[in-house]
């Protein structure tokens, strides 16, 4: 591992003489595969009979605990016989495509046509340039996002070589791909090869590229694949006939340009693009792989771009069925984002599911994605709600009677407002306590009692002992306790904390609230301790993420749902360069320079 090139090392120098047999009795079990397992998802395809050239073997899948008869051959060795591996993959962003096309009612689009009705459409791409990502493949992760709205493709090829580019292993080359600078490596013969109609800088985003400069250096196109993965997976037995095969041949091919005809200058310069290929070969990126990946995002792009309510509606409900209620969330954050709007929760509409509703141009919302809120009682709501109840005591005494709807699943329906037409939450979270404290009692002993609550339930039963009282009217006595029990008013700030907490985001805004106000929606916190703070502004009901003054954060804790008043400041941004010093990018940021939290 830490040989210099071409140093020769004898493993028995560095093993004691008492172990030297040992060792080398063990050089006849080298190689052997002392356990098995099948690939997850691979397949050899081979016109050969596979059972009697290769051999087959049962092994057990970690997935479903079978057995499946499987190749007895790996990776390396199919990569060294040139044979072909084909993994097949179920890719949930197909599925979920094909789900959109049918909930709009058309056939899907082929690739060409596709490719007709996105080329310069600038409500497309402007999904892209807005970070309007969510289920976007290859865009969708917060860093992802935060990529592609300042690259801003603007048409397929542009998005082929994002997706390309944004692999960790090109990061030393990202910015200045991000930037759309120009970018060569000053040697004419590398960069004739590299740039084209679709780049003109010499990125090496695809394996392809690696594999143009190999056969340039008189490898057959065939073995350049091969040679890729050598490098990448440090074979060295390959490489070390592949590296002075090239270096000859490539510094021919320079004299032959006409660049130098200096042999030791094409030479150093042949040196140089080998060194250039060790280095991207380890993240060189399939371009059919790209493209197909480009092409299946920007399907969902433009799906997303003119059939939105369709859109939204089939993902909410998709991952709502998945159980995946973070991103739900994070997907009616958006689409809130772009204008349109959920309609909120209400007793007696049908929240079983995600439904359109085109003339208020909004997505009817299902229960099912509330946090905490148990499967049955969506339903059981939906079929209380069609029995027309009348007044509070009809609703509290339904609640207790279905036992599909559980003391959580209450508290939550009365903060979010749900039964609205009954009463404010905080009435209704009172009431019900009352209700269902004395509904069914029967007999109600004094030794806790105050001498207020004592005389209310004197007014109330029939019978009174020294210790109890007995036959009670139930009703009389709710109706009492309800009149002397004081209830806190339900504020602006209470319902928005509630549907941050169970929903993951909130609609609600109040102008009379100060602009400098802010909630609390989430916090991100790096491995650097930076923070950045989600805020909501209840005055004018948006959503704003900054990045917090770090000496101000590390001395004052904050959580989320926590009221702010902060002041913001608008500084430089900065980026790492390649030798680790810090430079301006010319671009401003707000950040939060301290903040103060209220009691309100």
Not at 83 to 102: A, R
Request: glycine share 4%; net charge neutral.
């Amino acid at each position: 591992k830490h040989a210099e090139e071409n140093e020769v090392i004898n493993i028995e120098d560095y093993v004691d003489s008492e172990y030297k047999e040992l060792v080398k009795g063990c050089r006849k079990y080298l190689g052997i595969y002392d356990n098995m397992k099948g690939h997850p998802c691979a397949c050899l395809a081979y016109d050969g009979d596979v059972e009697s050239d290769i051999g087959v073997v049962l092994c057990k899948s970690d997935a479903t605990g079978n057995k499946v008869l499987t190749a007895v051959i790996e990776s390396g060795t199919i990569d060294a016989f040139g044979y072909l591996k084909q993994d097949y993959l179920i890719v949930d962003s197909i599925g979920l495509t094909y789900d959109i096309y049918k909930e709009i009612g058309i056939e899907p689009y082929s690739v060409n046509q596709l490719l007709e009705k996105v080329k310069d459409d600038k409500k497309v791409w402007d999904i892209y340039a807005n970070g309007f990502t969510q289920c976007v493949n290859q865009c969708e992760q917060p860093k992802s996002t935060a990529k592609v709205m300042r690259y801003k493709p603007k048409n397929i090829s542009e998005l082929t070589q994002f997706v390309a580019g944004i692999r960790p292993s090109f990061q030393s080359m990202y910015h200045t791909f991000e930037s759309r600078e120009h970018f060569e490596y000053g040697i004419k013969a590398l960069d004739q090869l590299l740039q084209d109609e679709y780049c003109s800088s010499s990125f090496i985003l695809y394996q392809e590229s690696l594999m143009k400069v190999l056969e340039f250096a008189g490898f057959p196109m065939s073995d350049t694949y091969t040679i890729i993965k050598a490098i990448s997976k440090k074979k060295d037995y390959i490489i070390k006939n592949a590296k002075p095969k090239f270096i000859k041949n490539f510094a021919l091919a320079i004299i032959d340009t006409g660049e130098t005809d200096d042999k030791e200058k094409a030479n150093e310069l042949a040196t140089q693009v080998w060194t250039i290929v060790e280095n991207s070969a380890a993240y060189g990126f399939n371009s059919a792989h790209a493209y197909c990946m480009a092409i299946d995002s920007v399907t969902i792009a433009y799906l997303k771009a003119y059939y939105p309510l369709e859109f939204y509606k089939v993902v909410l409900q998709r991952f709502t069925d998945k159980g995946e209620k973070n991103k739900v969330s994070l997907i009616k954050q958006e689409m809130i984002k772009r204008g349109f709007s959920l309609k909120e929760i209400k007793f007696g509409d049908d929240n079983r599911r995600f439904n359109i509703d085109k003339e208020n141009n909004c997505i009817i919302q299902t229960m099912s994605s509330i946090k905490d809120m148990p499967k049955l009682v969506p339903t059981a709501l939906y079929e209380m709600g069609n029995k027309r109840i009348k007044n509070r005591a009809e609703l509290y005494q339904s609640l207790i009677n279905d036992n599909r709807i559980n003391s959580k699943a209450i508290e939550i329906l009365f903060k979010l407002n749900y039964f609205s037409q009954f009463g404010s939450p905080k009435k209704l979270m009172t009431e019900f306590e009352i209700y269902k404290k004395y509904i069914d009692s029967k007999v109600i002993s004094k030794s806790k009692l105050t001498e207020e609550e004592i005389n209310i339930i004197k007014e109330c039963s029939c019978k009174e002992t020294d210790k109890q009282f007995r036959d009670i009217d139930n009703k009389k006595l709710i109706s009492k306790m309800i009149k002397i029990t004081p209830i806190e008013k339900t504020t602006i700030f209470d319902l928005i904390k509630w549907q941050i907490e169970f929903l993951g985001y909130t609609t609600l805004s109040d102008i009379s609230i100060s602009p400098t106000t802010w909630i609390i929606t989430d916090i991100e916190s790096s491995s650097f301790g930076t923070q950045k703070f989600t805020l909501y502004n209840i005055h004018y009901g948006a959503t704003k993420q900054y990045r917090v003054d770090k000496k101000w954060s590390k001395n004052h804790n904050a959580s989320i749902g926590d009221i702010i008043t902060c002041v913001l400041q608008e500084k430089d941004k900065f980026r790492k360069s390649e030798n680790g010093s810090f430079l301006k990018t010319g671009e401003k940021e707000i950040i939060i320079k301290c903040y103060k939290k209220e009691d309100l």
